[in-house]
């Protein structure tokens, strides 16, 4: 035998057989062809994520509010739940009930601007008349307050919290400032001093440039401090008018969940 036909030794020094030498052989060549595609389709795989990721990202967001009083545990939530699974575009939705007024409402995530817009004009509006109420809806435009929201560890752009919600406080300033235009670098410091604050995502109107946010609370009494004393404080600097409410988020955690609310996962 040749020295080119010798058989290839494994470390331990044996000599391997002709068809072990073949079957490494066979082995080596697969794993050369099949390395480039291996990685293509590990970084296909890992595109395909992020491109989800990016594509279930809020594009508009929707809160609503009727002007009814009833205990949350009398809201028939049950019944309207799976219609608004129905609802085209609605990524989540978590129930806002009102302390100390027992509005029912709630913010919605909307993977683009027209199905929000098909919402607050179709759905809502029969909702709101099968009540026999009247009712608040207000569009924001969710793609422009990303950076903002993320900054202040909004639930709405992958943030996780490591508590439950005691309370919401919705806000919203008449001012027609574009986003980008908004003071939310100098402004999120000082919130995340905010005593209970847990998470806030921005909110920019759609058409208008109100500036506002839905901001998640330890407890209802942080909460209404928030809305009643430093709100009010800060936005006095802007010489506008403005709109608070504050939400009991202990009581909308069962109905929340099967609407995929990002604030109880």
């Known amino acids: 035998m040749s020295t080119a036909e010798r058989a290839p030794v494994r470390p331990t020094g044996r000599t391997l057989s002709r068809r072990e030498a073949l079957g ?10 099949l390395a480039p595609t291996l990685g293509a389709s590990t970084a296909l795989a890992e595109d395909t994520s992020t491109r989800r990721e990016t594509a279930m990202a809020p594009k508009a967001f929707v809160y609503t509010e009727l002007q009814i009083s009833v205990p949350f545990a009398e809201a028939p939530w049950r019944k309207v739940n799976p219609t608004l699974l129905r609802q085209p575009g609605l ?4 129930w806002l009930a009102g ?4 509005s029912l409402g709630g913010i919605y995530a909307f993977d683009s601007i027209e199905n929000a817009q098909s919402f607050v004009t179709g759905y809502f509006p029969n ?3 099968t009540f026999g109420v009247a009712q608040t809806t207000r569009i924001f435009d969710a793609a422009v307050v990303a950076d903002a929201s993320r900054d202040i560890n909004s639930v709405h752009f992958g943030a996780k919290l490591d508590r439950k919600p005691g309370a919401f406080v919705y806000t919203e300033v008449q001012v027609n400032v574009p986003f980008e235009k908004a003071p939310w670098r100098e402004r999120n410091p000082s919130l995340r001093k905010q005593p209970g604050l847990l998470a ?4 920019s109107g759609l058409h208008t440039n109100t500036l506002g946010g839905i901001d998640a609370f330890d407890t209802i009494e942080n909460a209404q401090a928030f809305a009643l004393t430093d709100f009010p404080n ?3 600097k802007m010489n506008a008018a403005f709109y608070t409410r504050v939400f009991d988020a202990r009581v909308v955690e069962e109905a ?3 609407l995929r609310s990002p604030f109880f996962v």
Request: charged share 15%; glycine share 4%; net charge positive.
């Open 234 to 236: 800060q936005i006095a």
């Open 200 to 203: 806030k995502t921005w909110l």
């Open 24 to 33: 490494f052989a066979a082995t080596a060549t697969v794993a050369t062809v």
């Open 91 to 94: 990524l989540n939705k978590t």
């Open 99 to 102: 302390v100390g007024n027992h």
């Open 127 to 129: 909702e709101a008349r």
């Open 256 to 258: 929340s969940r099967p």
